[in-house]
Nanobody, 126 residues
């Protein structure tokens, strides 16, 4: 059974930092690119970041470039999202998603997305 379990969300003030983690089980983690996407209330999922199978290629949405950093540890089957300089506009539910292929991209790809985590809430107050 494939599972993606996110953690690390919470309620913080503007300017604070959080590190999200997603631990994957039930598949060969290193065979898959991994994405972080987020959803604002009443809106579609928005691309945040993606990382290829080995961690050598990374993509970021323009809205988070310079503030967020994606990384992965294949020995621990875990992908991370370090979120610095959080803003109220970052308030959303954040999801970890696996791609079917090894290679990442800077866009939401529903046809390539295989498995989703349950989501973790990030709330940033001003």
């Amino acid at each position: 059974q494939v599972q993606l379990v996110e953690s690390g969300g919470g309620l913080v003030q503007a300017g604070d930092s959080l590190r999200l983690s997603c631990t994957v089980s039930g598949l060969t983690f290193s065979d898959h690119a991994m994405d972080w996407v987020r959803r604002f209330p009443g809106k579609e999922h928005e691309f945040v970041s993606s990382i290829n199978w080995e961690g050598g290629t990374k993509y970021y949405a323009d809205s988070v470039k310079g503030r967020f950093t994606i990384s992965r540890d294949n020995s621990k089957n875990t992908v991370f999202l370090q979120m610095n300089g959080l803003e109220p506009e970052d308030t959303a539910t954040y999801y970890c998603v696996s791609r079917r292929r090894r290679y990442s991209g800077n866009y939401v790809s529903p046809s390539d997305y295989a498995f989703w985590g349950q989501g973790t809430q990030v709330t940033v107050s001003s």
